[in-house]
């Protein structure tokens, strides 16, 4: 087997553990020179392999690869840019193989969703026909949660124990001033088509919290939502409301689209949290908090789940490992074989099942109403908020590490994207 | 001396840390059987004590009340309630000494913030004057860490350290998609006077990361605000803004104002990050994300600052020491002797110098420009986020406890609040 060099991107949003995934295979990789040379990361995503902006990652010290581990974000810098198909877009897939050809570079792991599956299966396939084979895995990567055939998506154990606990810490705040003071509060999460994440909320019901929860998978009805809400204050004193940034009308129109007004009559300025918020304020007369968490919730690392972390960083480690044993056009998967206790190994799927897949809540894991779950998501869920994994502090903050991300000299003219 | 039971009541806004503070008075009062017999709370604050609607804390099990340490919230429920001037309604003044009477308080341990010192100042005045005297002692607590004297006020240092934690996590998050996305991030916090806690997220510009910090104590002036926001994202591709909700501009109306307003007439804020996003977007063109924190912030005891919950635990249970000293009418207080390496002591402070006072962020805690801070402020701020101290976990939640609450027999007619 000859020594081949690899190319590693982050894909899409970023999460709180995608930098562990990052470190598993960089780790991997330098534990088996003898068949992979260096690790060439694309800076700011497929974008760096296109504009041949990549990064040495073998300029960086041991500790920094490490501390991956336990950084959030993308270290080499991610991006949003979706390769339009084969025909559309031919050039750009010519580019990269002409890039990694330039590098030799051998294999190709891309860590991302749902998009960046369906360009690593476009890639091995076109790389085959120009000639120049290159082995392209898919390493999981999202916060939503929603790639089929793994039992989960790295990024997403780490959002749902946030959100869970987020919202069980705000909830017995407002369970302390609902008798004069708020009686509702309402959290957005993110979660565009799946709910996943709106779920874990709905996990501190089994702590005696009144929590309503709106997921994408259930079309809003204002009445019932209404109605559910004010029976809940009135058993309880006070309500949580946890909002997935999907929500929407039967018409398709998200909530947070709503155009409503406030009290200057300045248009409402997006956020689902905020139109939930003033509905029930309007209808029912409750005062109100609400929070939007955005960012905070993918970025959390500071309460990453432990099994998350592990997940991810075995997924990187596995991708590497498979692309070693000849592997080719594969993603590495969690499967779980138990779920209490929780265990789980790695296996693999073919991208060709993966590519373009979303996958949604089963109706099976929300409840009847359509404002709770069951019993079956609760099993589903636990086990991935499961542990936690700090990271080290310094000076009252989280000890997260900043690359130095050194340039490989560029060997190509340039590229427009 | 004889014995006597104590009055225990929370006051105003919740924190991550006020039931260690609680834990401290009830754990103290325990161990001086002697001299304390009972500790009743009051059920959401000052109203359980007017409407005689007590908590007997002696049935609640040694571990709940150990548990209190680590259980953000208020755990006996607290009020946004302010009893008017002594001339105003005296009635009031007058029915808590009839409570207390009753029961046979001789203690009154009030723990709030500004509002609840200047009723425990008056309590204890009355008292006096009615021939019931009562020990009048304020446990201070503000997130806002506006009460004068004081180092610093139980709540904020927790609440400094999630919001610069998390700051700084979105902001490595924006940094790894700005190339081509997000370029604008966004977090409102709390501090409506004072600009304490947003001076916690100005702390991330020490990581390299580029923040424009909008404090209230500063005059929002659009033009030089877009000015600075724009130079950061031509410098490092992308910006940080941190923006208290009691920005405002030179008029005195709030960014953020919804026209709503709370118990105490004052505006019910929330709302200035997407202002602010919308009018960087509007006359820029940058893309943005924004978060409203809310109650998370000054809920998130599983962030909670060490040195925050050392100091809550210990006011609490100086305060029943110095009432058992004889002490009346003053407030424990954190007492700073070193910023380098952090060492404190606990000192107290009369209540007629404590009411009424807010301190606000210093001119010279804050940078020329108006965007930032300075050393001084920096001094003054890390050892507050020092150290952590993690709640336990169970099933991958924080395990908070749910207190029984059990209630006191009343002995008086009802009451009118």
């Not at 498979?322 to 190994?345: C, D, F, K, Q």
């Not at 979303?358 to 542990?387: N, Q």
Request: aromatic fraction near 10%.
């Amino acid at each position: 087997m000859t020594v081949k060099n690899a190319f590693y991107a982050q894909s899409g949003g970023v999460t709180a553990v995608i930098n562990a995934s990052a470190c598993g295979v960089i780790e991997t990789a330098r534990a088996h020179p003898d068949k992979i040379g260096k690790v060439y990361a694309g800076r700011n995503g497929i974008i760096g392999a296109l504009t041949e902006d990549l990064i040495d990652t073998s300029q960086e010290p041991e500790e920094n690869i490490a501390a991956l581990r336990h950084t959030p974000s993308g270290g080499f810098g991610s991006c949003r840019y979706k390769l339009k198909s084969l025909e559309a877009n031919r050039r750009e897939y010519e580019r990269l193989i002409e890039v990694f050809k330039a590098h030799d570079i051998g294999y190709f792991f891309y860590n991302g969703g749902g998009d960046s599956a369906d360009t690593c299966y476009k890639v091995s396939q076109l790389s085959e026909k120009m000639g120049f084979p290159v082995q392209a895995i898919h390493v999981p990567k999202t916060v939503d949660n929603d790639l089929p055939i793994t039992d989960n998506c790295p990024g997403f154990g780490s959002v749902a124990k946030y959100i869970a606990t987020s919202t069980l810490e705000a909830s017995f705040d407002v369970r302390s001033m609902c008798a004069t003071s708020t009686k509702i509060f309402v959290i957005e999460v993110m979660g565009r088509h799946a709910g996943w994440i709106a779920a874990a909320g709905a996990l501190v019901a089994d702590q005696g919290i009144p929590v309503v929860t709106l997921f994408p998978e259930v079309e809003f009805n204002q009445e019932s939502f209404l109605a559910t809400v004010d029976a809940k204050v009135k058993e309880y004193g006070y309500c949580t409301v946890c909002v997935s940034e999907g929500c929407h009308w039967p018409d398709g129109r998200f909530l947070a689209e709503q155009g409503t007004r406030d009290a200057f009559g300045h248009a409402q300025l997006g956020g689902a949290a905020p139109v939930v918020a003033n509905m029930i304020k309007d209808a029912l007369g409750y005062k109100y908090h609400w929070a939007v968490a955005d960012y905070l919730q993918r970025a959390a690392r500071h309460l990453a789940s432990k099994s998350d972390v592990e997940q991810a960083y075995a997924l990187g480690q596995r991708a590497v490992e498979l692309a070693i044993e000849g592997h080719n056009s594969i993603m590495p998967t969690v499967v779980r074989t138990s779920s209490n206790p929780y265990r789980w190994e790695i296996g693999h799927a073919p991208l060709s099942e993966v590519a373009n897949v979303e996958k949604f809540m089963p109706r099976d894991f929300i409840s009847e109403d359509g404002y709770g779950i069951t019993d079956r998501c609760r099993e589903y869920l636990y086990p991935l908020i499961e542990g936690e994994d700090y990271p080290p502090f310094e000076k009252g903050l989280p000890k997260y590490v900043t690359l130095k991300n050194a340039a490989v000299p560029k060997k190509l003219g340039a590229f427009e994207v």
